[in-house]
T-cell receptor, first 113, second 116 residues
Framework: AQSVAQPEDQVNVAEGNPLTVKCTYSVSGNPYLFWYVQYPNRGLQFLLKYITGDNLVKGSYGFEAEFNKSQTSFHLKKPSALVSDSALYFCAVRPINDYKLSFGAGTTVTVRA | KAGVTQTPRYLIKTRGQQVTLSCSPISGHRSVSWYQQTPGQGLQFLFEYFSETQRNKGNFPGRFSGRQFSNSRSEMNVSTLELGDSALYLC???????????????FGPGTRLTVL
């Protein structure tokens, strides 16, 4: 069985500062890893994914994520946060032989002006 | 290209009733998955359909069921509603035709179900 941990319920940063949202995972075999963002009263919006290859993945809205196989981590990063990045962020994992996404509990990001 | 659409967006039901939620996937997508989101349990997988066949099912009671039509549109049904069924129900679609395909699930806005 696969699982995802997002160790921080909340992350608070000032606008213009770097933003990091942490994610670790547990899965048998090689995983597909994803980040989604959810704004209030909305569905999940896809940000980026890791399939294979380069450990640094670039996604939408200036976000990127670094895959670390030895630490089983997939942290989301943004060099300079915006107030509009304030939202709920979910990390998800899917084994390569399964259809089901398993999500972390989510991290609420607040970017203050 | 239009995204995933879900109807209705909001529903209020009472205990014991049943409810049907609808999902229209992105054009060309043949896989539809359903998830339940609650504050206590987070996002949990309900089931996944491809070509009108359920391929995978989460750990939910038999009161939760679904189906997919030949045009890939999907419905989920919850019978004998309980208070704990109050949640945001999210539908996601993808191209995936087989497990392992490097594909992304795109989510709809969800249906907010409130059970009184």
């Amino acid at each position: 069985a696969q699982s995802v941990a997002q160790p921080e319920d909340q992350v608070n940063v000032a606008e213009g500062n770097p933003l990091t949202v942490k994610c670790t995972y547990s899965v048998s075999g090689n995983p597909y890893l994803f980040w989604y963002v959810q704004y209030p009263n909305r569905g999940l919006q896809f940000l980026l994914k890791y399939i294979t290859g380069d450990n640094l993945v670039k996604g939408s809205y200036g976000f990127e994520a670094e895959f670390n196989k030895s630490q089983t981590s997939f942290h989301l990063k943004k060099p300079s946060a915006l107030v509009s990045d304030s939202a709920l962020y979910f990390c998800a994992v899917r084994p390569i032989n399964d259809y089901k996404l398993s999500f972390g509990a989510g991290t609420t990001v607040t970017v203050r002006a | 290209k239009a995204g995933v659409t879900q109807t209705p967006r909001y529903l209020i039901k009472t205990r014991g009733q049943q409810v049907t939620l609808s999902c229209s996937p992105i054009s060309g997508h043949r896989s539809v998955s359903w998830y339940q989101q609650t504050p206590g349990q987070g996002l949990q997988f309900l089931f996944e359909y491809f070509s009108e066949t359920q391929r995978n099912k989460g750990n939910f009671p038999g009161r939760f069921s679904g189906r997919q039509f030949s045009n890939s549109r999907s419905e989920m049904n919850v019978s004998t509603l309980e208070l704990g069924d109050s949640a945001l129900y999210l539908c996601a679609s993808s191209l995936a035709s087989w497990a392992g395909e490097k594909d992304t699930q795109y989510f709809g806005p969800g249906t907010r179900l409130t059970v009184l």
